[in-house]
């Protein structure tokens, strides 16, 4: 029996934002946050453990590892792994740079939920989305 639902983690070192992010995507058919990490070192040590989710919605800004760090540790060491980058910021040219370095999407800290959910099937792997 295939396994439609879309796997996630929420990686963001603000609690609230990373909580509200859980909440809106619990809200969305064939999705489930398997964990939430304040940064990237923390969601790295959940991949080692072997809890590896089909894409990672994670903030740009954070401590210990941020954002793009963690992009190129990902992309070498769990490349079948999908980024979403969450930032407040939106120039071109660190959006291009992103995904020069392997992000799989972008989506701005006040995007509304159906570009939430939008980016996700977007970045998902093409046989979960095509099961949903």
């Known amino acids: ?3 439609p639902t879309i796997r ?3 990686v963001d070192d603000h609690i609230l934002f990373r909580k509200g992010l859980r909440a809106l995507i619990s809200g969305f058919a064939g999705m489930e946050v398997l964990f939430e990490a304040g940064d990237g070192q923390e ?11 089909d894409v990672i919605l994670m ?3 954070m401590p210990v590892l941020d954002g793009l ?3 190129r540790l990902l992309r070498a060491q769990y490349p079948s792994v ?11 040219e660190l959006i291009d740079s992103l995904h020069t370095e392997g992000a799989h999407g972008y989506l701005l800290k ?3 939920p159906e570009e939430v959910r939008g980016a ?3 970045a998902a792997p093409s046989a979960k989305v095509a099961s949903l």
């Open 8 to 10: 996630l983690a929420v």
């Open 59 to 61: 903030d740009l800004q």
């Open 120 to 122: 996700i099937m977007a």
């Open 82 to 92: 999908r980024v979403v980058i969450i930032s407040m910021h939106d120039e071109p």
């Open 1 to 3: 029996m295939s396994n």
């Open 110 to 112: 006040n995007a509304n």
């Open 69 to 71: 760090q963690t992009v």
């Open 43 to 53: 969601l790295l040590e959940h991949l080692d453990q072997g809890t590896v989710p």
